[in-house]
């Protein structure tokens, strides 16, 4: 086993926190990438992981992705991620919450937590009794805070449609394709955005009865989550996990864009020439799904300040997330870089780490 801070994984973490507390059980890795624009910010993933080598994965290149993220979405935030390591009965306790609140505080700000995976806003409400450096807690009618989830379709949604515009010429959804993987939080809220628009909805989740479920409540047609990368389409929307995107699977594409929320589509750096490759155009994931973490950041800048934050400006800045995309799409054509090595070199520049 290679020491992680060898692999490719490690990319130059600032500080990397092993988290164990005897009397709760609690254990967690707590990633800092980048705090060059601020505190490391992004969110708790709860899981099992049955080898935990991949957790220490899973938080390297999340953390890194958040530095990206938080970078390319103009928040004054760096990027960090948390992990906590579930046993096989996902057993979550306050006493672990709390453990977990504590192992933040002493970070002393420079990692600020939020939902993942596997989290709810109770548990940062648990976690917010030991400590401030939290966000995505639940929020007043019309502040910003709360589910991230609505955010990040929002941000998804002008982003399929600042693709169709520049890929197909077409100004309208009406009639558009659309293939979405994951009928989550994400993937049912970018859905009954599309539908509004009169886009055509494939929609697939390996829980088929959820697909079945949105698919009836949108108008659209339930796909077997095995065939929905395959399905022929304008846009390929992955909204459930991660590293989908490979050699196989980008050879089985039948669409012209790919654009969606799931974090790390890329199994590795190449998939993304594969696409570019094949005339797909390619929304840069960590650009396209900021919508969350606009949200919840700005929640926690604006009680930092003890100022109250409304959604005008979260929305604002949702907004911008077609033109950095376009931004990326034109400077990918000027040099013939795939658009994910555009968004990764301007990321980094952003970062300092150019
Ligand atoms: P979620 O758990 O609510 O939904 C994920 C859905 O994907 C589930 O319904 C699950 O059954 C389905 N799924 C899992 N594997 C699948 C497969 N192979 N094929 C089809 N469906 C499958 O999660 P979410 O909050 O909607 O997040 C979706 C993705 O977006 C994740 O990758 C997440 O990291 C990313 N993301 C979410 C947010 C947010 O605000 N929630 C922000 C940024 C990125």
Redesign the pocket.
């Known amino acids: 086993m290679a020491a992680f801070w060898t692999t490719a994984d490690w990319d130059e973490h600032e500080r990397v926190e092993l988290v164990h507390d005897r009397a709760s059980g609690l254990t967690a890795i707590i990633a800092l990438h980048s705090t060059h624009l601020g505190p490391g910010a992004g969110?708790t993933r709860f899981w099992h992981y049955a080898d935990p080598e991949d957790a220490m994965r899973d938080a390297l290149r999340?953390s890194r992705g958040m530095s990206y993220?938080n970078a390319m979405a103009g928040l004054p935030m760096g990027g960090g991620k948390a992990v906590i390591l579930l046993d096989e009965n996902r057993t979550k306790t306050p006493g672990m919450l709390a453990a977990f609140g504590d192992a933040v505080h002493a970070l002393n700000g420079k990692y600020v937590t939020a939902?993942?995976?596997g989290a709810s806003e109770a548990d940062m409400v648990a976690i917010a009794r030991r400590t401030p450096h939290v966000c995505g807690l639940p929020a007043q009618e019309g502040d910003a805070g709360g589910?991230?989830?609505?955010?990040?379709?929002m941000g998804i949604y002008l982003g399929i449609k600042a693709a169709v515009a520049h890929a197909l010429g077409r100004d309208s959804m009406a009639g558009v394709r659309v293939a979405l993987?994951?009928?989550?939080?994400?993937?049912?809220?970018v859905a009954r955005l599309l539908a509004q628009d009169g886009a055509v909805l494939y929609v697939?989740?390996?829980?088929a009865d959820?697909?079945r479920a949105l698919a009836d409540e949108v108008g659209g047609e339930a796909v077997f989550?095995e065939t929905?990368m395959a399905t022929p389409c304008d846009v390929f929307s992955?909204?459930?996990?991660?590293a989908?995107l490979d050699e196989r699977s980008i050879a089985s594409l039948n669409c012209a864009i790919v654009a969606?929320?799931?974090?790390?589509q890329l199994a590795r750096d190449e998939d993304g020439d594969l696409l570019a490759a094949r005339g797909i155009l390619y929304a840069p994931?960590y650009v396209i799904?900021?919508?969350?973490?606009i949200n919840v950041s700005l929640e926690y800048l604006c009680r930092q300040q003890g100022q109250p934050c409304d959604l005008d400006e979260v929305n604002r800045r949702i907004g911008q997330i077609p033109d950095r995309l376009l931004q990326i799409w034109r400077k990918s054509e000027e040099s013939g870089l795939g658009a994910h090595r555009v968004a990764d070199q301007m990321a980094q520049e952003l970062i300092g780490r150019a």
């Open positions: 969110g999340l993220k939902e993942d995976v589910d991230p989830g609505p955010f990040t379709a993987q994951g009928c989550g939080s994400v993937g049912s809220g697939a989740d390996i829980n959820r697909a989550a929905i992955p909204n459930a996990l991660g989908i969606g929320g799931a974090n790390n994931d799904n900021a919508g969350g973490i």
